[in-house]
């Protein structure tokens, strides 16, 4: 069976202007093209669209065989009854429904559907602004395709800054617990470019080439975080008096009964840095917990009150050729 998937606000609006600036009540008819993957609205006795016919988005399905297919009409409304097949459309896309579907058997059927389950959005999608988070990451801020999944969970992109925040924290779990999967996210720049990599973990039976999976930016500059690593969903957003989120999770976290560890690049002990001054302010002590490793901290002080920084870890690694690098060239 093939499955044609149709935006379906830009559907209803075919329904619509079908319907509108008609001398007289006309009956809105669907005709659907099989053979094109495209639809359109017009009135029963119109032998052709009146205006531009709405493509399929996506196709399921193997093509159909070779015709040409006559075109199939359905009307829209149903006198007498609660409105028809118009009604139920309308209805769908108030409840969050993106797209018809249409599937090509005889007699063809028309349902609704959330989401399309793909890796890969059309490259005109609409991403809208979210706060992301998955498993115990998070959450980030991002956007999210709207009207797709992947495996039942959202699709998310991030800017570059963000996904290095998620490669700090997921190295840090990783770093925390021996038994996690090590994937990590390298960010990589070369003169005025960059590159993202996903480092997966030592895997028995995968070659090392498998390990290395390159990201791609969209043409926008977002990175899209798809697959079973990254089951994202939808999180509230953070309260930005919350320490704890506003800016990213916290930097420090109990290691043990009595030690200190930072969460951005698993350093404990002698490395974890506490210092204590005199108010700048004239009353008061400021405090500084600090890394000594990535160089993260959190201080308090009487003057600004609390701020946390968080660094990029691990570091961007500028492969640029140095003067220094140059001269010790052969």
Known sequence: MRKLW??????????????TGQTEPLEPWLV???DTARLWCTPF?????????????????PPPAAGPWPLRRQPLTTPDTDGGILQRLRAAARQGHRWLVVETSAPTRLTTAVAYDTDTPAHHAVWTPAWLTTGDLGPYPGQTAHGY????????????????RIAADTNART????????????????GSGMEMFVVGAPTAGLAPDSLVVPISADSDGWYRLVGDRWPWRQATPPDPDDRCHGSGPEVFAPDGPDGIRCTVCAATGYDIAYQELPSMAGHGTDTTMSCRICGSSDS??????WNSRRVIWPPLLDLTPTADSKAARP
Request: zero cysteines.
């Open 175 to 190: 770093l925390r617990r021996g038994w996690w999967d090590g994937d990590l996210l390298v960010q990589r720049g070369h």
């Open 6 to 19: 149709f935006d379906l606000r830009a559907t209803l609006r075919q329904a619509e202007d079908t319907i």
């Open 300 to 305: 308090l002080t009487e003057e600004i009150g």
């Open 45 to 61: 006795d119109a032998p052709r669209p009146r205006s531009t016919p709405v493509a399929a988005t996506h196709t399921d399905g």
């Open 32 to 34: 659907l093209d099989v």
């Open 149 to 164: 999944q992947h495996h039942g969970h959202l699709i998310a992109r991030f800017q570059a800054e963000t996904v290095q």
